[in-house]
Each structure stands twice: as structure tokens, then as C-alpha cells.
């Protein structure tokens, strides 16, 4: 262990003694913030007798579905658009522009279209993730060696092979650039349509323990979200350093 | 004005795309874009709309304000210092993916109802990507413009305003441009959940009326604003990219 992550562990575990000692002395009052420990085991005896298991498992199944999509469609998208150069150029300067829109004003016209459930929070969330599966997979493309594509022609391997044998291979560091914000993004997009509108998931469980004043189970969802952020996180930028390192050779 | 044409074209397109949905849909699902254009155009004459996006420049204002001179300080500070930035990037590249919405309960508790409430989740959104973009740029700054400052015996300010700067200036207004989305998107959500006014207050409100078209006229005023906004500073971007 290096020493940057000795200091970080330090730095994030002398925050959270802070929190917890300000919490015990009541300098927080408990009805603005219950101290991380307390949340921790509240998480723990939640997930335990399983109260939240419905809407953990809501969300989780959308997050995931909705970076799938999110990934698989936007590389395709991304490929195509690839092959159209005078498409491309009329695109980009939208999709420079694609987040700078607020996607979740949009929401209630799914909920119309694909009704309250499933359907509208994937719809939200592959909307917002897409784009930067796109983004990313134009810039691996561009970033190919030509010497590849020529071995391709050369191999005279069709469109498909193509793509699958030497376009995704060549551009994998890039595209999982674009992995990494399209899961963070569907994160993003799923708990935050649950919050909006929804009849389940975490989101709408943090909002509704709100409502109730339930600061116990709010802040152990909260920390749930958290920690699942951090670990997914962890993941895949543990998966990433293994790609880059595998360009530098 | 040759190279605008095919996006021109491409805008049309969309636009017919959203008609024919308008036709596959109903117009009580998706108003039509000529029905949002003047339902817009209409509430252009109501004092309502103005008030609300009065409300909402406000707090966008006070932070962006805010996210900018916090994210170039902090970038500056940690881009500065080697240790400190290695030891706060992954905490921050966290931060930034964290659903910021889930801690709206957090920010409420602290912040209350209200303009404060707002701006706090406006700066929580915009503030990472300026500072992420700022420290990044003051770490691959040619070592040598530091070297200089260093031998002009510049002192710390006099090298932050001369040199620092200036040759970070075009990832800064990167940063900023990215910025600026997610802290509309902030103030935007942060009106939705705690406040009485805004657009973002008008739009959570029709949802709740089930007022499709007024949903759409807000959707269509903030995309076009926000696109425009998002334009200016691509070219500014890309003038200083050439410099």
C-alpha cells in the first residue's frame, strides 16, 4: 500500500470519527443527523430482516438492466455513426451540447408513455447513460491505429468480424471510460426517477422514510447507496488500471 | 454557415421525430412541437413564468458564483500540492458519482426550505467537475512556466494571476462548461424537492397536475436556453483551444 491510500484511509476515517463524536456529543442534533455507527447497524439489522429487500432489489434490477442497454446500445449506436462521417459531424455538436439538458424533465412524459414501474425509470436512466457510451466509443474509434483496419481489409473480414475481432478489442480502454460513467449514470437516473415518481425502489424508500420522519431507516438507505456507489466504483476503476496497463505494453 | 447546415438539418429532423411520436402517442401523452411553442410563447405573457425564472436565475447565479471560485481554489490548492491532490481525486471522482438526490433529506435538514437549500445543491453538483477539471490541468502544466515564475521571484499570488492562470484558462472554461450543466441540473432538482418557486418548481408541480403541456413548454425553455448557453462556451472553448 502506498502512501496516498494510508492518507486517504486516514483522511476518510478521521472524517467519519468526526461525524460520530459530533453526533454523540449532540453538537448535531439527532434529529438532523444519527451518528454513522448507529446507521450501520441500523443498515445491517434492515437488510437482515430483509424489510427493504423489494425495493433494494427494484433498484438494482433497473441500475442494471439500464447500463446494459445503456453500454450495448450506445456502442452500436456509436459504431454506426462512426461509419457515417457527414452524420457524425452534423451530431456532435449536439451531443456536446446532450447534457446540458436537464433529461428529467422529461420523465413525466415516460411515466405517460411506459407508465409508473419499470419501463419509465429504465427509459430515464438509459437516457441519460447512452450518451456517454457514445461519446466514448467515438473516441476509441478514433483513437484505432489505421495499420489495424488495413490488417482488417487485408484479412477481408466483413463489417461484423470487424467490429467484434479488432475495432472492440482496440478501443476496449477507451470504450470502458465510457462504461464507468454510463453505470454511474444509470445509478444516477434510477434513484433519482424513484425519487420524483415511483411506488418502489431505494429512492422512494429514503423519500418516504423522510416523509415519515424515519431518520433511522433514511440515513441507513442513504449509507447503502453510498457504500454500493463506492464498491461499484472501486470495481471498475480496479478493472480499468488492469486496461490501461494493458495498453502500455 | 455551410458547416451549421447538416446539424440545421439534423435539428429538423428531430423535431419531425417528436411530431410523429406526438401522433403515435396522443396528444394527451406528448404535445405537439407547434402546441409547445405557443402554449411557451403563451406563458411568455403571464408574470408566473417570469417570476419563476427570475427565482430560478437567482440561485443559479449565487451557485455557479460559488462553484467557481470554490472549484478553481480548491483545483489551484490541490493541483498545487502533489500529495494532497493524489490523496483527494479518488474521494472526488466518488463524490461526483454518488446520485447527489439521495442526499437531499441531508442538505434540507441543513440548508431548510428555500433559496439556501437550492444553491447548496446546485454547488454540490457543478463544484467537483471544475475543481476535477482545474487540478488536472495545473498537473499537466509544462513544468517550466512554475520554473520561470519561480526565477522572476514572482510571489505566490503575483504567479497565481500571471502564470497559473492564464495557461490553464482553456480547461477551465472546459470545466466550467460542464460545470454549468450539472449546477442548472442542481438547482434545477434542488427546486423540485425544496422549494415553492422556480421552473424547476413548475415543472414538479405540472407532473403532479398531470399538465403535459406546461411540462413541455418548461422542458423546452430550459433545453433552449441551456443549449444556447452550452454553444457560447463550446466556441469560446474552442477559440482558446487554438491560442
Known sequence: MNIESVLRSLLVAAFIGLIEWLCRTHVIPPMVLIPPSQMLMHLLSLVSTGQYSQDILFSFGNIVVSAFVAIISGFFIGLAVHSMPRFRAALEPLLASYYAVPTFIFYPVFIVVFGVGHGSIIAIAVLLAIVAMITATLTGLDRIPNVLRKSAAVMRMSRLQTAWRIQLPAALPYLFGGVKLAVAYSFIGVIASEFILSGSGIGYAIAFAYNNFESDNMYALMLLVLISVTLINAALNFFDRRLQARRQR | ?243
Request: charge should be positive; include cysteine; charged fraction near 10%.
Open chain 2, 1 to 243: 454557415m455551410q458547416r451549421f447546415l447538416p446539424t440545421f438539418l439534423l435539428v429538423i429532423a428531430l423535431i419531425a421525430a417528436w411530431q410523429l411520436l406526438h401522433l403515435a402517442i396522443g396528444a394527451g401523452a406528448l404535445t405537439s412541437p407547434w402546441m409547445t411553442l405557443t402554449h411557451l410563447i403563451s406563458m411568455m405573457g403571464t408574470v408566473e413564468l417570469w417570476a419563476n425564472v427570475g427565482e430560478t436565475a437567482k440561485a443559479f447565479a449565487y451557485a455557479m458564483s460559488l462553484a467557481l471560485v470554490g472549484g478553481i481554489v480548491l483545483g489551484v490548492l490541490l493541483g498545487v500540492n502533489r500529495l494532497a491532490g493524489a490523496v483527494a481525486e479518488p474521494i472526488l471522482l466518488n463524490l461526483y458519482a454518488i446520485p447527489k438526490v439521495t442526499l437531499y433529506p441531508l442538505v434540507l435538514l441543513c440548508f431548510g426550505l428555500g433559496l439556501s437549500s437550492k444553491v447548496a445543491f446546485g454547488v454540490m453538483h457543478g463544484m467537483i467537475p471544475i475543481l476535477l477539471f482545474t487540478m488536472n490541468a495545473i498537473r499537466q502544466m509544462r513544468p517550466v512556466y512554475l520554473r520561470t515564475a519561480g526565477t522572476l521571484r514572482l510571489t505566490p499570488v503575483q504567479s497565481l494571476f500571471h502564470v497559473l492562470l492564464p495557461a490553464i484558462l482553456p480547461e477551465i472554461v472546459a470545466g466550467v462548461r460542464l460545470g454549468f450543466a450539472l449546477t442548472l441540473l442542481g438547482v434545477l432538482i434542488g427546486e423540485m424537492f425544496a422549494s415553492q418557486r422556480g421552473l424547476g418548481y413548475m415543472a414538479v408541480n405540472a407532473m403532479g397536475l398531470g399538465d403535459i403541456p406546461t411540462i413541455m413548454a418548461v422542458a423546452l425553455l430550459l433545453t433552449v436556453i441551456a443549449v444556447t448557453c452550452n454553444s457560447l462556451m463550446l466556441m469560446l472553448d474552442k477559440k482558446l483551444q487554438h491560442r
